[in-house]
């Protein structure tokens, strides 16, 4: 079965983590977001931090500059991230949990915990534009406060499913790969647009990517380090024929 095309969103955060490691302006974000661009990626993801480990505030308009593709801001449901972002107006808005502490996001947003705070975040961002999307759990008590929200799309953390992958532990990667599936459809008949990401590597894109509800793939850290040996534009085009695989071709469907 040939499914519809499903987008792929590259996270450039990881070129400006190398940047920031010595100072100046090398490497450029921006310029990894037109590379991407000319390489076949449908959208570019940046998640500005609380401590700007990595993307900075001049990067917003320098990455905007630098692509004609639409913009997935990655952001806190902190008061400042929300100035900023109803400054920027990015296409996208996509509220993730974050900690000072981690190295990368750990986990989902708890939207039904965290309803009362979530929820006005939800309604300003869309007031300002901004398409917005929850980084949550594959769960369906999480796709359902998202539905009450009003949040149009859900992206589902696809960690733990990685992660059971490369711990050999096929039973259980089976069983997260089944609740991705199910949430993924009890999203879509809500009439939530789904997206996954988080972990996504060569070796375990496919089975994700061939969920038929999924729309969008947003994946940054494996890409950046394959481009470490292979070049960035090798490194998207490969990832997108595993997405375009996994989907039985697809191109060109809407």
């Known amino acids: 079965m040939t499914l519809a095309r499903a987008r792929l969103g590259v996270n ?4 400006a983590t190398i940047r920031n490691a010595r100072g100046g302006a090398h490497p450029d974000p921006a310029k990894a977001a037109a590379l991407a661009q000319a390489a076949g990626a449908d959208g570019i993801t940046i998640h500005l931090r609380e401590d700007r480990r990595h993307i900075r505030d001049y990067d917003l ?18 008061e400042e991230m929300l100035v900023i972002a109803t400054n920027f107006k990015p296409h996208a808005a996509c509220l993730v949990p974050e900690k000072r502490e981690e190295r990368t996001t750990e986990g989902g947003l708890d ?7 979530v929820e ?6 869309r007031d300002a534009g901004s ?25 589902f953390h696809t960690g733990k499913y990685v992660e059971l992958i490369f711990a050999g532990d096929k039973a259980g990667a089976a069983d997260e790969l089944k609740r991705l ?19 996504l590597t060569y070796d375990t894109v496919r089975p994700v990517a061939a969920i ?4 969008e793939l947003n994946i940054g850290h ?6 470490l040996f292979v070049g960035l534009e090798a490194a998207v085009k490969r990832m997108r024929q595993e997405i375009d695989a996994a989907r039985g071709s697809g191109r060109g469907l809407a």
């Open 222 to 227: 494996f890409i950046m380090g394959e481009a």
């Open 131 to 155: 398409r917005v999307s929850l980084f949550i759990e594959p769960s369906k008590i999480q796709v359902d406060t998202a539905a009450a929200m009003g949040a149009p799309v859900v992206e």
């Open 212 to 215: 038929p509800e999924v729309r």
């Open 61 to 78: 308009e320098a990455v905007r500059n630098a692509v004609s593709l639409p913009i997935n801001l990655e952001m806190a449901t902190t």
């Open 12 to 15: 450039i955060d990881h070129v």
């Open 111 to 117: 939207v039904a915990r965290l309803h009362n705070q």
């Open 181 to 199: 599936q199910e949430a993924a459809a009890h999203g879509h008949a809500k009439g939530i647009e789904i997206h996954v990401g988080h972990g």
């Open 120 to 125: 006005p975040f939800v309604r300003r961002l």
